[in-house]
Structure formats: C-alpha cells, structure tokens
C-alpha cells in the first residue's frame, strides 16, 4: 500500500472515529432531558389555569366582557 493511500486511510478512520465519538455524546446528552417538557407543559397549564380562575372569580371578566361588547357595539354603529 502506498504511502497517499496510508495516510487516506488512516485520516478517514480518525474523522469517521471522531463523528462517532461526537454523535454519541450528543445522544447521551440529549437522553438526559427526557421529561422536562411534560413539566414544562404542567407549568404552562397551571399558568393559565390560574389566569382563569382569577378572570372569573374577580369582577374583571364582566369588566373584560363589557369593554368588548362596546367596541363590538362601536364597530356595528
């Protein structure tokens, strides 16, 4: 074997080696995050649950609801 063809060979070997190495780290790391959507999703949730609960158990959704029925109602005149 020549010595180009060696140094071809061996070149590729450590650039395909180093790809591997690469792409399984990233896989290790990225199996780590299981889960943290769904409490990410959870939080989501709960945010907007307590928004909710605070629109309907304070007068602000009637506020809310009559500032729209009265641009609704300027919008029709």
């Not at 307590?50 to 729209?68: D, E, F, Q």
Request: hydrophobic share 50%; net charge positive.
């Amino acid at each position: 074997m020549s010595d180009l063809m060696l140094k071809t060979a061996i070149a590729t070997k450590v650039r395909v080696n180093g790809w591997k190495d690469t792409t399984v780290a990233a896989m290790r790391r990225r199996a780590g995050d299981k889960g943290q959507t769904a409490v990410e999703y959870l939080g989501i949730i709960a945010v907007v649950v307590a928004i909710v609960l605070a629109i309907t158990g304070t007068s602000i959704g009637s506020t809310i609801l009559g500032k729209i029925t009265g641009l609704i109602a300027k919008v029709g005149n």
